[in-house]
């Protein structure tokens, strides 16, 4: 069995406990009124990992469909590995994905709201890094973006343009 070529981004430290920890509240209340939930694990030996998402301050934490949305966009990244961190996709290719109605206005103004909490919430993870140059989990804290950033574009019609 051949072991496969690593490239440079696999060599880096990754956050290893993103679908371990929640990122969105179960409680559309609970998303609104508070301004972040916090997550204390015990790892053992004394150490503690801690996990705190912070939401938007007008958005609220994200919720639950949040969570599947954002699980599509993921797995549409994968598939773009090779193209680095950027890469297009359309709001009817996502709404398919999640089996909604890609015509229906409250499905793309839920999807845009998505986007927008996604953008606006932060992670603190402190304690759950795994560097893979040493093999080992270490102890940093480095705040992230769920969805580092964004750019949508919206095509205006003029009257009697066809699609």
Do not use: C
């Not at 496969?4 to 509240?25: G, K, T």
């Amino acid at each position: 069995m051949q072991r496969p070529e690593f490239r440079p981004l696999d060599r880096i430290q990754v956050e290893m406990n993103l679908l371990e920890f929640p990122i969105a509240s179960y409680s559309r209340r609970y998303a609104k009124s508070q301004g972040s939930m916090v997550v204390h694990r015990d790892a053992g030996a004394g150490r503690v990992f801690k996990w705190e998402v912070m939401g938007g301050a007008n958005l609220g934490l994200p919720v639950p469909e949040d969570l599947d949305h954002f699980l599509v966009l993921l797995h549409e990244g994968n598939k773009h590995v090779e193209t680095g961190p950027q890469y297009h996709f359309s709001f009817w290719k996502w709404a398919l994905a999640l089996d909604l109605d890609p015509t229906s206005g409250p499905v793309l103004k839920g999807l845009h709201r998505t986007l927008k909490r996604l953008v606006a919430s932060t992670v603190f993870a402190e304690g759950s890094w795994w560097d893979a140059d040493s093999g080992q989990r270490v102890s940093i804290e480095r705040p992230f973006h769920l969805l580092e950033s964004y750019e949508l574009f919206k095509r205006v019609k003029r009257p009697g343009q066809i699609d």
